[in-house]
């Protein structure tokens, strides 16, 4: 086993460009993610930051080099992925338990979910408080309830490396904030990275260690305090981007010691 | 191997008159083979809106035929080739192309459809042909075609046991279940190789016209009377065949006389019927 080598970035983006037809969807993008911290990519609609996950996933192609750091037994870092959305035929006939077991039980549902699975899938449920949904038809939750459900999901594949494509859209402020605040526990206890794409720029203030801010080309990448800077939020944003204001950001948010966080953030 | 014993197996388990004769047994055992396979693969058919794939391989058919006809090779090797050949070549195609899956589909659907009248249209035999496969005979079925469906049935069931839950992760979402390693591209093209090979075989059974009937109508009543995934594969299976019995003896009654395909088709549409009322009543309480 190789010991974790703290300083190197989860994962890094070197040069990264996605080009559609004519459109430049993202422009040498040169970034990176901490290992252990939580990063969030912000930028208004249309800047890149859900094609920047794709690519991260190998579902867009794009130029330039994605490198992801490898783990403690030499394997790249264990992804867990929770989707903006998950647009399925809501009327198919499957139970929250059955979708927390898919990928992991080989026995098909026909001869009903085993034990163990059943269990594994419980205890996860419980883990992000949605343990009384177990039973629950998958097409009947509320998109805060699937929110869930697709985090326990998630976090049952024991990633390393936890990718969130704007997972509170669609849910009301306050359980955006519970959202937050329960990802911030679980991360702290399990000690993954995390990697989330976000609109919401309190929350990005309140919940993040590192920001890469983007509007298909980067615009900074730092600490919240170094990036959500009024001049850095104005250049992607716009001018009439009033909503975080410097003093109320925490200064004591540094999780991880990678070294960009200990400069300077990088404004381009 | 010889078949001998299950036909006599058959007609014992089933003691009517008309099931002493042998094209009736071999019927039988076509349909007992067809019926669960069909099923299992409608499942997936109907959860992942697939119905049109279905339809653009059965269509597969004509131009299947026309190339036995010019290299004179038997229409029953070259329909399952050119049918495995064109699903594997649309779901390519549709894994690869930025076009709509549906604008895939009928791209090829039309093209294997042009290719086999364009042959038909050259040969007037070809066209006498044709009309079997159009309306399908199960009841001309050889002991050729049951042992290459035996086989069938066996890799089928063996992919359904060790990848059907796997199925399902794709069918929600292919970025979740490639982001979880699942094998996205191994299954894909295995389900496409299987449902066309099925796909073709039913049309002998059914015909061109009923083979997407013969997929979907017994997963969406099984749809409508389960609650979860599990159950939903046991009723699709339950229904295709007892639909398969009912509809193979009922067309051998002197009052009925009616297409064996068709008459399979109409009872499991009896079923969905039944499933609606049931799943109705139940929504409403």
């Known amino acids: 086993m190789k010991p974790i080598e703290q300083n190197l970035p989860a994962v890094s983006f070197d040069n990264v460009s996605i080009q559609i037809g004519d459109s430049t969807i993202l422009d040498s993008i040169t970034a990176t993610v901490p290992k252990g911290g939580s990063t969030a990519i912000v930028g208004p609609n249309g800047a890149g930051k859900t094609s920047l996950l794709m690519a991260l996933l190998g579902e867009m192609p794009c130029t330039g080099n994605i490198t992801i750091a490898e783990n403690e037994n030499g394997e790249p870092l264990r992804i867990g992925y929770v989707p903006q959305r998950l647009p399925f035929d809501r009327g198919m006939p499957i139970t929250v338990i059955e979708f927390m077991s898919m990928g992991r039980q080989r026995m098909p549902f026909c001869f009903g979910v085993r034990k163990k699975h059943r269990e594994y899938a419980k205890d996860l449920l419980k883990s992000v408080k949605a343990e009384e949904l177990a039973n629950r038809h998958l097409g009947a939750l509320s998109g805060g309830e699937m929110q869930r459900v697709l985090l326990a999901l998630a976090l049952g594949e024991n990633p390393d490396l936890l990718i969130l494509d704007e997972p509170a859209a669609g849910v009301d402020f306050l359980g955006e904030r519970l959202f937050c605040e329960l990802l911030e526990k679980l991360r702290k206890e399990k000690g993954f990275t995390q990697l989330m794409v976000s609109h919401d720029l309190g929350t990005v203030s309140h919940h993040a260690t590192h920001v890469i801010c983007l509007n298909s080309k980067l615009i900074a990448e730092g600490t919240p305090k170094q990036t959500l800077t009024y001049d850095t939020l104005s250049a992607v944003f716009g001018h009439h981007m009033g909503l975080v204001c410097d003093h109320i950001l925490p200064h004591s948010k540094l999780e991880h010691d990678h070294p960009c966080c200990d400069e300077e953030g990088k404004e381009s | ?285």
Not at chain 2, 150 to 169: E, K, P, S, T, V
Request: aromatic share 12%; hydrophobic share 60%; charged share 10%.
């Open chain 2, 1 to 285: 191997m010889s078949l001998d014993l299950i036909y006599e197996f058959i007609g014992k388990a089933f003691p009517f008159e008309c099931m002493q004769m042998t094209f009736m047994q071999q019927a039988m055992l076509g349909l007992l083979l067809l019926a669960p396979m069909s099923a299992l693969m409608g499942v997936q058919v109907v959860n992942f809106r697939m119905a049109f794939f279905a339809d653009a391989i059965s269509h597969s058919t004509f131009a299947g035929v026309g190339l036995g006809l010019i290299f004179a090779i038997d229409p029953h090797f070259t329909m399952p080739a050119f049918g495995l050949l064109v699903g594997l070549g649309i779901m390519a195609c549709q894994r690869r192309s930025s076009l709509s899956s549906d604008t895939v589909i009928g791209v090829f659907f039309s093209a294997v459809i042009a290719f086999g009248l364009a042959v038909v249209s050259r040969d007037k035999n070809a066209a006498r042909n044709i009309q079997l496969f159009l309306y399908g005979d199960i009841l001309t079925i050889s002991d050729t075609d049951i042992k290459a469906m035996i086989g069938l049935f066996i890799i089928l069931i063996a992919f359904q046991i060790f990848g059907y839950n796997r199925m399902l992760y794709i069918g929600l979402n292919t970025t979740l279940a490639k982001a979880h390693r699942v094998k996205v591209a191994f299954y894909q093209y295995m389900y496409a190789a299987l449902l066309s090979l099925v796909v073709i075989f039913s049309v002998w059974a059914v015909g061109v016209f009923l083979v997407t009937a013969m997929l979907i109508v017994p997963a969406a009543a099984a749809r409508n009377l389960s609650k979860n995934a599990g159950n939903m594969a046991w009723w699709a299976v339950t229904i295709s065949v007892s639909s398969a019995i009912i509809g193979l003896l009922i067309s051998a009654q002197d009052w009925a006389r009616t297409a064996t395909g068709a008459t399979v088709v109409l009872v499991s549409f009896v079923w969905f019927i039944i499933s609606s009322i049931v799943g109705y009543t139940h929504h409403r309480k």
